[in-house]
């Protein structure tokens, strides 16, 4: 596929992308309540910035961008499971995401717990499912070694349960980078790295990629971070200042807010770096890379 | 392997799953508090039967059955997990469970969601990584598929989801059992399946032994809800009448005690017909399904 714009390519991929999820779900032969909670999650919107950095991916090896669709739509699950559960009562207990009320606010904490399972669940079913012309068994099961490596104790959970154990103590830049590289990075890097195996990437080229995601995903947080402090609070959809008020340990209270820019820009230049070793079509990916930079929200 | 007994075949793997579900957990490389938390339920003890009916299918084939190993430990992560998520304050609200201490009463609740989320994520990986002279990839995707679907909306979630939105109505026994047919069935189902699949069985057998495990999973449940009225509580390890007290629909509130007897018989009878159509050598398979009618705890 050919796009006139990054915008262009954003939308097709995202209308794709939530079709896909959307079908999923109500395919499902499940009651009704779950599926029911499970897509008002999935749909409240959101950046789609895992599925998409997974098309664009695909498109900078120049293979067809529907080769990532069932992919792109389990990795979305995954990071859409780890909201529902982070806003509970017992771990960030936020009413609100993105201005609509939390999963538990509307289907009480046990199907929200239970949604969060099944979204989990069905990320990988996803995965076994992708079509035999756009993935051999080996691929898809390389698939799920990424996916489950990178969501699970090793990547996102191991963050998440570093976030909530570092909450009582000051952390160094060591500490918040742990969190953060396991917490959101590795998902990011998942993204990127299932679009490489899909497209029959060699080793090299899927280290650089994983390492542009890294550098992507570090500039990813310092990015929200800045917004905490600078933002505005309509767009970001959140009150700015929470974590000062929260007393949580974030790239400007440690390396200043000049600091961190400087940080931010550091890892998008690194990133960039590592994107044109590749020798692959990059633009969509630089396009992305630029937007994390400069984002609003 | 050949066994002089049951005992010692069911001892014999047992052993090998915990030692297997030890090392998988121990070698992961997160922050200790999860890698604990996922233990401490992982070795609290139980019949281990989802495993053991994996080792018994493969047993039935003439098939080694530490071929089995990896899926039985993926199975019994996602049974902890389920019991980890069920205890929790927002679901059933136990605070034990084999007289232990629940996962959530040791560790918090927001470290026991992340322990059962960090389980459920682990099982797909270890199935990916069965050993090749074991399965190759395309018996590995079909193990994720079952795995997947008997544990996600489809199957134990869904069970679960019909069991809370139940609590607040009279149930009717097709009610009962949609919910014990999901929320413990179809992963007792897809212990045995898994272990056909891996054995290499056509579709027929595989019918035949879903047929078996699913009267075997009623049964096991029939049981249980006759322990609840007749059993010892040193030996079940919870309190005698509990079900009635929360009145819980069980088979006998709906059948009389005498009608959850006889229905509890007949599914092992129907069980062991299905059982004997395989033409396989079904001793230890037979064993198994007499220990649930006669179980004591």
Not at 20 to 42: F, G, T
Not at 227 to 244: A, F, M, P, Y
Not at 245 to 263: H, Q
């Amino acid at each position: 596929m050919l796009f006139e714009s990054y915008s262009s390519f954003a939308k097709t991929h995202k209308d794709l992308l939530e079709e896909k999820l959307r079908v999923s779900v109500n395919k499902l032969v499940a009651p009704s309540v779950i599926k029911e909670a499970m897509l008002y999650s999935l749909e409240a919107g959101g950046k789609r910035i895992r599925p998409l950095l997974t098309f664009a991916t695909l498109f900078s090896f120049g293979e067809d961008t529907r080769k990532g669709l069932m992919v792109a739509a389990a990795i979305e699950m995954i990071h859409t499971y780890s909201l529902i559960h982070d806003d509970l009562p017992s771990m960030d207990n936020d009413d609100l995401r993105r201005g609509k009320l939390t999963n538990h606010k509307v289907f009480g904490d046990a199907f929200a717990i239970l949604a969060g399972d099944a979204l989990l669940t069905y990320s990988f079913q996803l995965i076994a499912e992708i079509p035999d012309e756009y993935a051999d068994a080996s691929t898809k099961l390389a698939l799920i070694k990424e996916l489950s490596k990178a969501s699970g104790a090793e990547g996102m959970v191991g963050g998440q349960v570093a976030d909530i154990a570092g909450e009582e103590k000051e952390l160094s830049l060591n500490d918040l980078e742990y969190i953060h590289v396991h917490k959101t990075g590795k998902l990011l890097e998942c993204s990127v790295v299932s679009g490489a195996i899909l497209a029959g990437a060699d080793e090299e080229k899927i280290q650089l990629l994983a390492q542009f995601a890294y550098h992507l995903g570090l500039a990813f947080q310092i990015r929200d971070d800045i917004l905490d402090l600078e933002g505005v609070e309509e767009v970001i959809g959140k009150r700015v200042g929470s974590d000062e008020v929260n007393n949580k340990g974030t790239y400007p209270s440690l390396l200043t807010l000049d600091g961190a820019k400087e940080a931010l820009h550091q890892h998008i230049e690194q990133a960039k770096t590592q994107l044109r070793k590749t020798g692959l079509n990059i633009s969509l990916l630089e396009e992305i890379t630029d937007l994390i930079e400069t984002r609003d929200h």
